[in-house]
């Protein structure tokens, strides 16, 4: 099996922010704009939620759904344009999707070169119950995804300094030199 190199973030073109609206996801969208403008990149923030309609549901109970579905659909968006403006000055194209939010991250991240999102930090019981976006999107993402918690540290300062932890394996490799060209790129070292 041949493994492609994974695109490098330093070069990126296209920046995937993923929010549920917490302060992690606004810390995402920060670090996301800061590295796009950095780039320069285009930024792209996504904010997904399933919508499912209950198999019981009438023809009619189903189209008024749907009628409120995409009201509501337009209200996020704004609600979305809101979040993203208090959080980077960077201009961005907001997605909102309707999808499981890990498949329409990883669907949104086609054509991008570095998914940034945040994490709650759960452990234990909670996390098992609840799951880990950003877990799975690691897992299953095939360029760079950055993981941040919420943070007021400045923005600066987060790329001043990097760890970078791996078991020694090829992977590890492109992911030290990843992580390497974005953090020279922003004035830090690993």
Not at 123 to 150: D, F, N, Q, Y
């Amino acid at each position: 099996m041949t493994v492609e190199p994974a695109r490098l973030p330093a070069q990126a073109r296209l920046i995937l922010a993923a929010v549920d609206f917490d302060e992690a996801s606004a810390r995402a969208v920060r670090i996301a704009g800061f590295i796009a403008s950095a780039g320069p990149a285009t930024l792209r923030v996504l904010h997904a939620e399933r919508f499912e309609v209950p198999p019981y549901f009438t023809p009619a109970q189903i189209e008024r759904l749907e009628d409120e579905r995409r009201e509501a659909s337009a209200e996020l968006t704004t609600e979305l344009t809101r979040f993203v403006q208090g959080a980077t000055d960077w201009p961005a194209t907001i997605v909102v999707a309707d999808g499981r939010p890990v498949d329409a991250i990883l669907d949104a991240a086609a054509d991008a070169d570095l998914i940034v999102v945040g994490t709650h930090g759960r452990r234990g019981p909670s996390r098992w119950w609840l799951g880990s976006v950003a877990e799975r999107v690691v897992r299953g993402a095939r360029i760079p995804v950055l993981v941040t918690k919420a943070d007021p540290s400045p923005l600066p300062e987060l790329f001043a300094r990097v760890v970078h932890v791996g078991d020694g394996v090829t992977p590890d490799a492109d992911a030290r030199a990843q992580v390497g060209l974005l953090t020279a790129s922003l004035g830090g070292q690993v």
